[in-house]
């Protein structure tokens, strides 16, 4: 598949907009020709045109997820954005304490693709609490994603740690991890037991709960202004009284409904529940 027509990449767009929400950018169709290669491969399928046919057609089982996952797949990270870590720890958390002293907080890991940062937003919380005893009853991270492969790497907590992962330090890596004897780390059971995970759309009509928290990286770029406006505020009719929204430093771009009162970090700007 060296090139794609543009009237087969326009009709994908419509496709993906209309099936899950995903502004998929004129300018990404070189992207889109490279993520959706596998797919082609893997369902013996030689262009996007023979793709667009097949796509709702019976007996093509995986074939919508597998285009979904390909074109919004993300790199999930340890403690992947400092800023958004700590607004978390210096800001959200504490405030949280300070005005329900002794409550379990419920965080939403939203768009969590393999669960590196719903692990570390566990870990976060869990060194807090050891740093502050008692401001905190306990900690619930529900973690969620369209991407089945993605949920799967997610429940099975079996990592590789490299050297590019520093921000796993040996405490935590001692604390946290368990080393596998085939190789790789395995996320702690205490730390597995706050956090599970489910398959769901930022835009289907069921909330998930009621939170404390949510935090979205890398999944409100994919949308368009109004699909992301709709998102903001499920968000925010999930948040308890108070609650926060976090998002990566390039999630919002300015379009914050005013639902949110900005509350400026020493390292970025979290959203408050008006």
């Not at 329900?100 to 419920?106: I, L, Q, S, T, W």
């Not at 991407?147 to 099975?156: G, I, M, N, P, Y």
Request: contains cysteine; charged residues 25%.
């Amino acid at each position: 598949m060296e090139t794609i027509k543009t009237s087969d990449y326009q009709a994908l767009q419509v496709y993906l907009r209309d099936a899950c929400g995903i502004l998929l950018r004129d300018s990404g169709l070189d992207l889109a020709r490279r993520r959706l290669r596998p797919v082609l491969d893997n369902h013996q399928l030689a262009s996007i045109e023979a793709l667009l046919e097949r796509l709702d057609r019976p007996g093509r089982s995986g074939l919508k997820e597998a285009v979904i996952d390909a074109i919004t797949v993300s790199e999930s990270r340890w403690f992947s954005e400092a800023s958004v870590f700590s607004m978390l720890g210096d800001q959200v958390l504490p405030d949280i304490a300070r005005r329900n002293a002794g409550k379990r907080v419920a965080i939403w890991s939203a768009a969590c693709s393999t669960g590196q940062e719903s692990y570390s937003i566990a870990m976060a919380a869990s060194e807090f609490r050891e740093q502050n005893p008692g401001n905190l009853g306990g900690v619930r991270v529900l973690a969620t994603d369209t991407s089945r492969s993605a949920l799967e790497v997610a429940r099975r907590a079996h990592y590789e740690l490299g050297p590019e992962d520093t921000n796993i330090t040996s405490r935590r890596k001692e604390r946290f991890f368990r080393s596998i004897e085939k190789g790789g780390w395995r996320i702690s059971p205490e730390i597995r037991a706050l956090v599970e995970f489910r398959e769901l759309n930022l835009l289907q009509r069921t909330l998930p709960g009621k939170f404390d928290v949510v935090i979205c990286q890398n999944a409100l770029v994919y949308y368009s202004a109004e699909k992301r406006k709709a998102i903001l505020t499920r968000f925010h009719a999930t948040l308890n009284s108070g609650g926060y929204l976090i998002a990566g430093s390039s999630e919002l771009a300015g379009e914050v409904p005013d639902l949110y009162e900005p509350i400026e970090c020493h390292k970025g700007t979290a959203y408050r529940k008006r």
